[in-house]
């Protein structure tokens, strides 16, 4: 009788090295013009999933797009437009931002267990009628990459991921 060969995974390496304190706060606390995108990253049946690790990329509000020299200058005031955070167990992941200048969204790569390439999506903040990428996806699939308000005025968007299935979020080839 013939055994099969172990699965071949990729991690979970993340907790190690790439994580690092505050990874998520790309504006200090209590700045009067922050945001905070947090959500979930779901698998195709629904189920959290946990050490995924999430990189954000945006401009400045100014719409600069140069950032600090070095991506994980912490000194708590230079704005470097790159954050890092990884899911909780319970698939949850958090950042606080400042809003994106010159464009309404959010660029986001995602690495999972798993997958062996890394994934891209963008997490828009506001749904403009003139972006190319938005009016190419199908209208019914637009959603995938809203990232919806959160009620009560807090300046808090939630954006959900789905790997597959129902709901899948849209990836993008670059």
């Known amino acids: 009788m013939a055994s099969g060969t172990p699965p071949q995974t990729v991690g979970p390496y993340f907790g190690a090295a790439l994580p690092y ?3 998520g706060d790309l504006a200090p606390a209590g700045h009067p013009e922050a945001v905070t995108l947090h959500g979930y990253v779901l698998d195709g049946d629904g ?11 945006q ?10 020299p070095g991506s994980l200058r912490r000194d708590g005031v230079t704005f470097t437009g790159f954050a890092r955070v990884a899911t909780r167990g319970d698939g949850h992941y ?5 809003p994106p200048g010159g464009v309404p969204y959010l660029a986001v790569c995602l690495h999972v267990r798993g997958l062996q390439r890394h994934l891209f999506t963008r997490a828009y903040l506001a749904s403009p009628a003139d972006d190319p990428l938005l009016a190419a996806v199908p209208e019914e699939r637009r959603g ?3 990232a919806v308000p959160e009620p009560g005025g807090h300046r808090a968007y939630r954006f959900d991921v789905r790997l597959r ?3 899948e979020t849209i990836f993008l080839t670059v």
């Open 21 to 23: 304190p505050g990874g």
């Open 47 to 57: 189920a959290p999933v946990p050490e995924a690790l999430l990189e954000f990329w």
């Open 59 to 68: 401009p400045a509000p100014d719409g600069s797009r140069a950032g600090a």
């Open 94 to 98: 958090a950042l606080r931002t400042l």
């Open 144 to 146: 995938t990459l809203l």
């Open 165 to 167: 299935g129902p709901g």
